[in-house]
């Protein structure tokens, strides 16, 4: 692609009505002022949930069961 696009300029689009960039992320104009949600919080020992520990053996089979039917 380096030379077929060798003398063709660099163009930025223009940004659409109601987007903008906050820190390198696009977002709509009404979620950028504290309306949505900025992280899932993977990696974050601290805010992540533990999981449920898993049933016992036998509950385990009869929860299988249901879905083998």
Known sequence: MESALRSVPVS???VPDGLVNVG???LFEELSRNG???T???GSES???KPAPLPAGEERNRILDLFRN
């Open 24 to 26: 390198g992320d696009w």
């Open 36 to 38: 949505s949600v900025t």
């Open 47 to 49: 805010t992540a949930a």
């Open 40 to 42: 899932l919080g993977v």
């Open 12 to 14: 930025q689009p223009a």
